[in-house]
């Protein structure tokens, strides 16, 4: 951490401005849409500079050079590539926010250290948030997919903190149980259905998946590559079933299975096969679809920014993936949520953008502090 010539309090306080930017801004968006719909256009832009004061506070990285700190240069790289092929194809340069918000979270995540009441309050806060949506549907001020999907999401840093409540006093498990009512039941109502895959996949990891297999090689390897290039796998999978006329309804939502993502990965792929050195770039017109949103996050790194940013992206995902695994508590208490919830979110992200959407950073970020925090002094994670 930078040293702030012995200043603790300095860095402190800067831990809290960016603090207050984000749970205002996440609380803002999806507390009231006319918010979401003034800031939507400033979303990466408000993250980036949260992050910033982030990086700031926590990373000396004049240090981290002289460390020669691995991370440090592929997020640097990664950057100053796509910076760079965008300039070479001469599209749109806030697209880099996106990827740098991104990158800058997995970054972080191990970097930041928070006070223990800094931690509190996140916690309280997602709890707190998901209380509001749980006693009042906002789905309808958004779209649909939308509004299911931040309550499904914002049940995730919710549940960080009711699963200690519960461990504490296992009456409270009966709020567990209604909290998943709720929330199955709106999804189900609003036909969302990338929020039930992200609900269900939740569900799998942490009641049904063995906890001890989070340390296990042959789980979580496997687990991660799926996550992250078995993305790019579903894409030619999906284009080709799509391909072969072959369609049918979803059980219980209004959709066929193939009902347009085929076509906007396939033309994205025509104009990227091309150019994968440099990626294709933002703000592009397609014909499959009236706005320029691939709907898929590891497709889109690839495809906007090319290859070779692509490679760098994996480097750091992995690399902080695999610092998970090596947590001595990932399978236990906060910890065994927080990971349940990231794979929910990257195997999610499959069909949709939310894992680098800005409006959803700050639950990213929150996660995998959640994930890299260290247990209090005299109070180990354990449990459940």
């Not at 930041?112 to 309050?121: E, G, H, N, R, V």
């Not at 296990?216 to 390897?221: A, D, E, H, L, S």
């Amino acid at each position: 951490m930078p040293d702030f010539k012995g200043h603790e309090k300095i860095r402190e306080l800067l831990n809290y401005a960016a603090i207050i930017i984000m749970l205002v801004f996440y609380a803002g968006t999806w507390t009231f849409a006319y918010f979401y719909h003034v800031t939507e256009i400033y979303n990466s832009l408000i993250i980036f500079a949260a992050l910033s004061i982030l990086f700031l506070a926590n990373v000396d990285i004049m240090k981290k050079i002289r460390e020669r700190d691995r991370m440090l240069f592929v997020l640097m790289a990664a950057l100053v590539i796509a910076v760079i092929n965008l300039f070479v194809i001469g599209s749109n340069k806030g697209c880099i926010l996106i990827i740098a918000d991104f990158l800058m979270i997995l970054y972080l995540a191990p970097e930041i250290s928070f006070t223990a009441l800094q931690k509190k309050i996140l916690e309280v806060f997602f709890l707190l948030m998901f209380i509001s949506f749980f006693f009042y549907d906002r789905v309808y001020s958004y779209n649909a997919n939308t509004g299911a999907t931040v309550t499904v999401f914002t049940f995730f840093g919710g549940f960080v903190l009711l699963s200690e409540i519960v461990k504490k006093r296992e009456i409270f498990g009966f709020f567990t149980v209604i909290a998943f009512i709720r929330v199955t039941t709106l999804v189900m109502w609003h036909l969302a259905r990338g929020a039930f895959l992200a609900l269900s996949l939740f569900i799998v990891f942490y009641y049904i998946v063995p906890r001890s297999w989070w340390k296990k090689k042959n789980f979580f390897i496997p687990l991660m590559l799926f996550s992250t290039l078995g993305s790019l796998l579903f894409v030619g999978a999906y284009v080709f079933l799509g391909s072969t006329g072959f369609n049918m309804k979803l059980p219980f939502f209004y959709k066929n299975v193939f009902s347009g993502r085929e076509q906007i990965w396939y033309e994205v792929w025509d104009i990227l096969k091309g150019q994968l050195l440099t990626g294709i770039g933002s703000g592009r017109e397609l014909k499959s679809f009236f706005e320029y949103n691939i709907h898929n996050a590891m497709y889109d790194i690839l495809a906007v920014h090319g290859i070779i940013v692509f490679i760098l992206s994996l480097i750091l995902i992995w690399n902080r993936l695999m610092m998970i695994r090596n947590t001595e508590d990932v399978d236990r208490g906060k910890k065994a949520v927080a990971v349940s919830a990231v794979f929910a979110i990257f195997i999610e992200s499959f069909i949709d953008m939310d894992l680098m959407w800005a409006d959803y950073s700050p639950l990213l970020l929150f996660l995998f502090l959640t994930l890299f925090a260290l247990p209090e002094k005299g109070k180990a994670d354990s449990g459940g």
